[in-house]
């Protein structure tokens, strides 16, 4: 709709609201039993199944009739029980799960992840780092240890000491001694997330602040930023070697060189991984490599397949410390645009855990908006009822029997319009169901599984709100609901018992045979030529009693489309070349249809017939099933009361009139 279009649209909504007043949204429009179904809930499903591209639409009464059949049908399904069903309930809860999704996630949050991601995507990162280990069951102490070392070291490497010394001598990365803390080059999403943001975020030359990741704690000097080189898809051939065997090593680079020697005369690089190349598991692949970026391969290979300047390029050997290689560039990828990577993205930052605190982040503006006030004296008198217990899953609540203060409160004025309180019971309920958690000093504890507590509690009061929060979500879980019930319903009522049914099947085909008729029909062969001097052909043939074999091998043997023969019995409603013949016993006169010349050998014309059972049966089963729907609908409308404003709807069929 373009914007005048609009305008004037809007201008004559105006216009007839002061001349008549709308129809309420609020106002009952049909009543089914004790249900009331608004003007809003019709219009929704009207406006939806009469769009623009709806072919059959519907004035606002003739759809009345089809919606109370709909909502009748959804009666007998409830009062059948089957939305009480298991088989429902999983098929419906796997839909919604879907549903609520993006209702119970911050995706303020998540897009600001996806647009930091792309950003990032755009450069690649060269750093260096020094690792603090924290033991596995930390206590306070040895994390501000941790730390308070961590900084003594980052205060030499700010004062000017040599990084690649400090990690030699502090990092306890165990590669440190041999790579003097050097990571090499890495894009986006190839360290965990708070190593890489230290890494971005800190300029070339400088280093961060101790930054704290799953591992302990680290220091990281950014080297060098690039723009990124993309991902290149590649192959290669490995000659493995023994760096401490100097024959081993020779007869390596021996090897390799009488590879390259033949890669040069001409043999197919992928015979040559295949026969030669000793990574097995790329070997039987022609050499080929899954698709690789920025630090994902050692320096060397790296440098080597992303200096291949063309598609099937390959480079000269060169050594890695896995041996010698010669590798082949298959394709190379740059960065897509924003929409173009944006899934890919969207699918990292779920995977590699940075995503999950938009659930946090949700929680934490529910709590502000819902006036959640925690009672932290209370939290942290169950300090005293836990023990180590807690940490392997062995815990019980009723170690904090008796305690029932509160430890949150939430306040929704709004939606639920209630307050909700949980107590010290609902916490250890909670802390009961934990398994296998990481151990740490048990205060600590305590305040970070409340948070979980919280997060969790605050979401799942949002979950039950939903649909008196959002109109949108409360019309789609109906949808969802309704339509699987429908689904159901009609398979046992309709569609599964017109096929099924084969007694009653029998019995609607026998009242209406006449109603299932063969036209008049021709049985013989049809022959197609492409041209006409091949049409005289196979009418010369016909009248020497060439069988179609013979036809088709002479006419064919020079060009495969001279003649199509086909045989079968059709009428010309089937093939149109019919209606240019005479029905009659015998070979037709040549006739041209569609740029090609046709002849008929009519064997015999068939007049009109009923079809027999077997060969009308998909047509007589839709015929019965729309029969048995007629009469379930008429059976419900005789079972259940049902009344429809008429007045509203008069109102609501001249609003869209005026439209």
């Known amino acids: 709709m373009n914007k005048i279009k609009s305008i004037l649209l809007v201008g004559a909504v105006i216009a007839s609201t002061l001349a008549t007043a709308q129809v309420k949204k609020s106002a009952t429009i049909l009543k089914v039993e004790d249900e009331e179904i608004t003007v809003h809930e019709f219009e929704r499903i009207y406006n939806k199944n009469n769009n623009k591209t709806t072919v059959d639409k519907k004035t606002v009464s003739e759809y009345m009739d089809l919606f109370i059949n709909f909502k ?73 240890k941790a730390y308070k070392t961590a900084m003594k070291v980052y205060n030499k490497a700010k004062s000017g000491v040599d990084f690649e010394v400090l990690a030699a001598e502090h990092s306890q990365d165990p590669s440190a001694q041999k790579n003097k803390g050097k990571l090499g080059w890495f894009s986006a999403f190839r360290m965990v997330y708070p190593f890489e943001t230290a890494a971005y975020e800190t300029p070339v030359g400088e280093v961060s602040k101790p930054v704290r990741t799953r591992f302990g704690y680290h220091l990281v000097k950014v080297n060098d930023k690039r723009d990124a080189i993309g991902e290149v898809k590649a192959a290669h051939i490995l000659i493995k070697h023994d760096d401490e065997k100097q024959t081993k090593e020779d007869e390596a680079k021996k090897k390799i060189d009488e590879v390259y020697e033949q890669l040069e005369n001409g043999e197919s690089f992928e015979r040559l991984a295949r026969t030669y190349s000793e990574d097995r598991g790329s070997a039987r692949k022609g050499g080929e490599l899954p698709k690789f970026g920025a630090g994902r391969m050692v320096p060397e290979f790296e440098d080597a397949a992303f200096g291949l300047e063309n598609d099937g390029d390959y480079s000269e050997p060169f050594k890695t410390e896995y041996g010698w290689h010669i590798v082949k560039r298959i394709s190379k990828d740059e960065i897509g645009s924003f929409e173009e990577e944006r899934d890919f993205i969207e699918r990292q930052v779920e995977r590699d855990g940075r995503g999950s605190d938009s659930k946090v982040s949700l929680a934490n503006k529910l709590a502000d908006e819902y006036n959640v006030k925690v009672y932290q004296k209370n939290i942290d008198a169950m300090v005293d009822v836990l023990d180590s217990s807690v940490f392997v899953g062995d815990w019980s609540a009723d170690n904090a029997e008796g305690m029932d203060k509160k430890t949150m409160q939430l306040n929704d004025k709004e939606y639920g319009n209630k307050k909700v309180k949980w107590t010290q019971q609902d916490f250890a309920q909670f802390l009961a169901k934990r398994r296998h958690v990481k151990p740490m000093d048990l205060k600590m504890a305590v305040n970070s599984f409340f948070k979980d507590f919280k997060t969790n509690e605050i979401l799942a009061y949002e979950k039950s709100i939903l649909t ?192």
Not at 90 to 108: A, R, V
Not at 645 to 655: G, I, P
Request: glycine content about 4%; aromatic content about 10%.
């Open 72 to 144: 009748l049908k959804v009666r007998e399904a409830e009062t059948m029980g089957l939305d009480t069903s298991k088989a429902f309930q999983k098929e419906l809860g796997s839909y919604i799960d879907q549903l609520q999704k993006p209702y119970l996630t911050d995706q303020e949050y998540i897009d600001h992840l996806v647009k930091e991601g792309y950003e990032r995507m755009q450069k690649d990162v060269n750093a260096s780092h020094i690792l603090f280990r924290i033991p596995k069951n930390p206590t306070p102490e040895d994390t501000l």
């Open 468 to 659: 008196e929060k959002y109109p949108e979500y409360e019309a789609l879980y109906n949808e969802y609901h309704d339509g699987i019930l429908l689904f159901d319903l009609m398979e046992t009522k309709v569609w599964k018992k017109a096929i099924n049914d084969t007694t009653g099947l029998k019995a609607f085909y026998s009242t209406r045979k006449s109603e299932y008729m063969w036209p008049k029909r021709v049985k013989g062969t049809i022959y197609t030529c492409s041209d006409k001097d091949g049409a005289k052909q196979v009418v010369d043939l016909l009248e020497e009693n060439a069988s179609d074999s013979a036809i088709e091998a002479k006419l064919n043997k020079d060009n495969a489309l001279a003649v199509k023969i086909q045989q079968g019995t059709y009428s010309a409603d089937q093939r149109p070349v019919l209606t240019d013949i005479k029905w009659k016993k015998g070979v037709s006169k040549i006739a041209e249809h569609d740029g090609s010349f046709v002849i008929v050998d009519v064997e015999e014309v068939l007049e009109p017939e009923e079809k027999k059972l077997k060969e009308a049966r998909g047509i007589v089963i839709t015929d019965y099933q729309e029969k048995l729907e007629k009469d379930w609908i008429e059976e419900l409308r005789n079972k259940y009361d049902y009344e429809v404003n008429q007045e509203v709807l008069e109102k609501l069929e001249k609003e869209y009139e005026k439209k």
